[in-house]
């Protein structure tokens, strides 16, 4: 059993997750087989379905969610989602659970997920967190079954150990830690809008495509690709990882630091594009703006870093990286054998573009500039903010700390 129960106040119910469900009536329930849902079933327009990609920290991400015909999901009813339930990832990493907003009602619970349906006696956003519990998730690793491939099952997932306060302790748990990844949600949205204005005033400059009329270029004349960068001077200088990446946004969430072995250079201002599939036909790409002035950083050698020549917007290269074109121009170059193809940096470069008016371009990168500087700002409150909610979360469910008191300090924070 994890520790932090055993020091929970002795006024707070112990169970397990299975019995709690049942109590309320609800149920763990694994998502339809294969056999169910085969390949041929999924289409690009219809009712999503949750795969164990779309889990992402307590939320499901949505950017390249599978669908089906409404007609499978009827025939597929039981599997359904309503707001409250939780959907987790069957193998591979068995601790990755989103919990289903309104957002996400009559989705599908897809295959390789299992639906945790709290029922009535639990609060879905409390039980959310605390399954998000660092020992909670320690258990289920532990207790998950197979040596190369961890696995996940009804039985498994529903002998987690379960602590509840009252129903109202419940509720006030999950709202304190809820406003704080309301507010990272937020933060979230407004980068979303902000790239998305942004990507279609750089389509608008004519850089790629025929619409913009200027001379052909190679793209070389504009971008460096994997430039070269003087080593780290640090002894363990930061270090991305391919997983921090996003599909769809240019922040990098999370870096960690290590010994300068091999690995991509970059600085501020550059773009990491990942070269092998599926990272590259996903879209993970990222901009960094969080080294310090100066400082060089190490990452996974399978990105292509890009920079912006001199005289050029600095975020150039990671609008260029977003392009449709350009990304099909380099899914198209890649080689190598099924499942690791690659493309490589001068096979990247083998592209053209158009010249732009250098006032046009110098007024993109201003504004560019500008809006990346606040969603830097934005991506470092959000960091805050899941830093406190990581560090409130262990205190709350033990009982350590009251409500009233993480409340005083999200404020603070907020």
Known sequence: MAKFISLAPDTWQ?????????????????????SQLHASDYVSEGVPCVMPQDLGDNVIVDENVARIRASDAE?????????????????GDVTRRALVRPLEDGWLCGTGCLRVRPGKMVDSRFL?????????????RRHAVGATMPNLNTKILGSVPLVLPSAREQGAIGNVLGAL??????????????????????????????SGGGQEIPVSDIISF???TAKPISDEPVYVEMAALQPNSAGIPEWTH????????????DTLLARITPCLENGKTGFVDFLDKGEVGLGSTEFIVMRSRPGVPRTLSYFLARDP???AHAIRSMVGTSGRQRVSAADAAEFTVREVDAERLAAFGREADQIFRHLNSLAGESRTLA???????PQLMSGKIRVRDAEKTIEEAL
């Not at 025939?75 to 987790?88: E, F, S």
């Not at 959310?128 to 289920?140: K, T, V």
């Not at 290590?258 to 201002?269: I, L």
């Open 325 to 327: 074109l350009f990304r």
């Open 128 to 140: 959310s967190y605390f399954l998000g519990h660092p020992e909670i998730r320690a258990w289920i």
């Open 387 to 393: 830093s406190l909610r990581d560090t409130l979360l």
């Open 181 to 210: 990844d309301d507010k990272i949600a937020v933060n979230e949205r407004i980068a979303t809008t902000a790239e998305s204005l942004l990507q279609s005033k750089f389509t608008a400059l004519g850089v790629v495509g025929d």
């Open 14 to 34: 112990r169970t397990t997750l299975s019995q709690a469900c049942s109590a309320g009536l609800g149920s763990i329930q694994t998502g339809p087989f294969g």
């Open 258 to 269: 290590r010994e300068p072995k091999s690995g991509a250079r970059f600085q501020n201002g």
């Open 226 to 228: 994997n430039p070269k």
């Open 75 to 91: 025939r597929l009813a039981k599997y359904r989602l309503q707001p409250g339930d939780i959907v987790y990832s069957r193998r």
